[in-house]
C-alpha cells in the first residue's frame, strides 16, 4: 500500500522556538507538497518540489522554508514559530504524469 | 476571495436523506477534482471531471460538472454515517501545475 508518512502527528511548541516537519513518501514521487488546513480556508499551498533540492513558493511561504535533500522526504520548516502558525500541517506527493495527490494524515501544530 | 467558493460550509443530515454540495467559480477549468477528507485523516481522492456537463458516479455519490467548466456538485443519495467527512473541491491552476482547493463542506450525517 503507497503511502505518504508525516512523523509527527501532534505537536506543542512554543512562541520562538524551530520546528521541524517530516514527510516520506515510498511511492518514488517526483513532486511533494506541504499544504496548511484551517476552517473554512481549505488547503493553502505552503512550498512545493518537483525534484531533488528544488522547490517553488506556495500561495502563502511567509515564516517557513523547506528541504529536500532525497526524494522520497520534503521537510518543512518554521524557523521562529508563531502563534499565527498553529494549524494542521498536510504534506502530499504526486507522480509527475498524474494529477491525482496522495496525501499523508497531517501533522497538527499548536503554537502557545 | 477564494478561487473555488463551497457551499454549503456545513450540513448537519440524517442518515437516508439526500444531499448537494457544490463548488463554484467564476474561472473556467480543464478539469475539477473532489476529495473526502475523514476525520484524522488526510484527504482522499474521489473522482475527477474533465467534460462539460460531464456526471460521473460512485455508488450513491453523484459528480456533475457544469457546461461552462466554472463549477460542480456533489449529491449524495441515502446518506450513511461513513460518509461523514470533509468534502474539498480543487482544480489545476494553469500556471505551476499547482491544486488549488476551496474551502470544503464538512458534512455530518447523524445515525
Known amino acids: 500500500d503507497v503511502k505518504v508518512t508525516q512523523s509527527s502527528r501532534y505537536l506543542v511548541k512554543r512562541t520562538g522556538e524551530k520546528v521541524f516537519l517530516e514527510c516520506v513518501q515510498d511511492m518514488d514521487h517526483e513532486n511533494m507538497f506541504w499544504y496548511r488546513q484551517d476552517p473554512g480556508l481549505g488547503l493553502r499551498l505552503i512550498y512545493f518540489?518537483?525534484?531533488?533540492?528544488?522547490?517553488e513558493k506556495g500561495d502563502i511561504p511567509e515564516g517557513y522554508s523547506v528541504s529536500r535533500e532525497k526524494k522520497e522526504r520534503f521537510s518543512l520548516i518554521l524557523e521562529s514559530a508563531s502563534t499565527n502558525q498553529t494549524s494542521m500541517y498536510l504534506c502530499a506527493s504526486r507522480y509527475s504524469g498524474a494529477n491525482v495527490l496522495t496525501f499523508g494524515a497531517g501533522s497538527r501544530l499548536t503554537v502557545l | 476571495t477564494q478561487l473555488l467558493e463551497q457551499s454549503p460550509q456545513f450540513l448537519s443530515i440524517q442518515e437516508g436523506e439526500n444531499l448537494t454540495v457544490y463548488c463554484n467559480s467564476s474561472?473556467?477549468?480543464?478539469?475539477l477534482q473532489w476529495y473526502r477528507q475523514e476525520p484524522g485523516e488526510g484527504p482522499v481522492l474521489l473522482v475527477t471531471v474533465v467534460t462539460g456537463g460531464e456526471v460521473k458516479k460512485l455508488k450513491r455519490l453523484t459528480f456533475q460538472f457544469g457546461d461552462a467548466r466554472k463549477d460542480s456538485s456533489l449529491h449524495i443519495t441515502a446518506a450513511q454515517p461513513g460518509d461523514t467527512g470533509l468534502y474539498l473541491c480543487a482544480v489545476i491552476k494553469a500556471a505551476g501545475n499547482k491544486l488549488t482547493f476551496g474551502g470544503g463542506t464538512r458534512v455530518l450525517v447523524k445515525p
Open positions: 518540489s518537483y525534484d531533488v533540492k528544488m522547490k
Open positions: 474561472s473556467v477549468f480543464s478539469s
